[in-house]
């Protein structure tokens, strides 16, 4: 690849990509282990067969449709209203981050996250062109609120992420940090404040979205990769000031969201109440993961998200490799120490607490024998 004349800050870089193996029970990537229900099932059926109908023409390039139900579940689900004008969506909650950089970051502009956080925020930004900044967190992977108004105030970022509950630590961000962030970022530029949400359903806490009020810099962002179990659909959206909305649309691809994607979204909304249904046991079983863990004496990060982030290990690789060698797939991000696990069905997290238990066994058996 590099014979090719590809751009300067790509060349001996790698791709996003987590393991995708064939390993009895998958916990790496932060899906919904429920498959989508039969009734839903037969439902996207009925509307996919209808918009088969017309594929010979484009898709609603304005998706209104789909962004009136978008706003009519944040409205009823998340503190706030909000209405069409305010929702954007795209291919998966990555292609609305693209958009955001595409439009608010580029050539000569930076992006800010905190880190460590999801890594496309790092990724997408070096695509488009945007520099990227690294900003601090506390120990216990909190914001690290003046260290963060410093950094904002020194660099004069474009655009700051902050992914609340962040991934992969699982850890929430309170109002009052985001709303810190927000007045630095606007009395340095002002930028554009990204809070990414992708894992909002799971979490204790009432969503950010009611924070936009007001501040016509602040996006939040949300997927229905998660909560909605449907990461194989490709459905991100955003809610902002309606400028926010009118921006995106100078960068969106046409008809970049395809009419069958655009129906099978439609029918998994009608779902809303059965699919939260399943988040509210995803839930049950994140603490359950947190209180077993901590029970077999590993360290574990407080979770507001469908994962959550353990360790401490000397060598969190070996440790990986232990568990995948039991049959069990989690995820080493490369934070130093840690592993980070996705809640999955009762079963499979019997299965990955068995071979945490064996694994540890193992390890301080071979540590005694040293
Ligand atoms: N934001 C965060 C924090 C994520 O973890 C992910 C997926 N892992 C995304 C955004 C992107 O999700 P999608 O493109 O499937 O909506």
Redesign the pocket.
Known sequence: MDELPIRDELRGKSPYGAPQLDVPVRLN??ENPYPLPEPLVQRIAERVTEAARHLNRYPDRDAVELRTALAGYLTRTAGHDVTAAQVWAAN????I?QQLLQTFGGPGRTALGFEPS?S?HALISRGTGTGWLSGPRNDDFTIDVEAAKTAIAEHRPDVVFV?SPN?PTGTAVEADTVLALYEAAQAAKPSLVVV?E??GEFSHRPSLLPLIEGRPNLVL?R???KAFGA?GL???YLAADPAVVDAVQLVRLPYHLSSVTQATALAALEHTDTLLAYVEQLKGERDRLVTELRTIGCQVVASDANFVQFGLFDDAHAVWQSILDHGVLVRDNGVPGWLRVTAGTPAENDAFLDAVRAVCKERSLKENKR
Do not use: F, K, P, Q
């Open positions: 990537t932060n998966g909650s990555n292609e981050i999801y496309m992914c991934n990414d992708a894992y962002s997927t229905m990769s990461a490709r459905l991100g």
